[in-house]
């Protein structure tokens, strides 16, 4: 089917959980996912002209997590994507004022420059589920069958 870059933000894990998670998904639904931990640029424009799942958690302040900043700074760099289909999973905490702040950025970096989003982000509420992966499967399920 299609290849998938898996593209994550952590802090303490849980993003690289979910992503792990999505991996086995993908892969069961026929797709050759990888999931970069510490993604760079040269991982990124691997995927470039097909599919992107970005999976990052959200520091206190609404900032992406250090991991991924490099990744984020590059997309800047590297232009227009209008060729990328990518799906988006934000973890936060609803506690804090800018609640899954880092997965909006993604987003809305991903946007100006043409990429297009199959289905919604997805918000994964620290303070509601222990076990981002229960809230995150069922998405991943779904958002798998949106890859042609």
């Given at each position: 089917m299609a290849d998938v870059g898996i593209f994550v933000g952590t802090i303490y894990g849980?993003?690289?959980l979910v992503a792990e998670e999505a991996q086995a998904i993908l892969a069961r639904l026929g797709h050759d996912a990888k999931v970069f931990e510490d993604p760079e640029a040269t991982d990124w424009e691997r995927y470039r002209n097909g599919y992107a799942?970005?999976?990052t958690s959200t520091t206190g302040q609404g900032d992406l997590p250090d991991s991924?900043?490099?990744?984020f700074e590059a997309i800047k760099t590297i232009g227009?994507?209008?060729e990328l289909q990518y799906g988006l999973i934000a973890l936060g905490d609803s506690m804090y004022d800018n609640f899954c702040g880092a997965?909006?950025?993604?987003?809305?970096?991903?946007q100006e420059q043409g990429a297009t989003r199959l289905g919604e982000v997805l918000t994964i509420d620290a303070s509601e589920t222990?076990?981002?992966?229960?809230?995150?499967?069922?998405?991943?399920?779904?958002?798998?069958?949106?890859i042609k």
């Open positions: 849980n993003a690289l799942l970005v999976v991924i900043v490099p990744l227009w994507h209008p997965g909006k950025q993604f987003d809305a970096l991903l222990t076990e981002p992966e229960s809230v995150s499967n069922p998405w991943i399920e779904h958002w798998g069958t949106l």
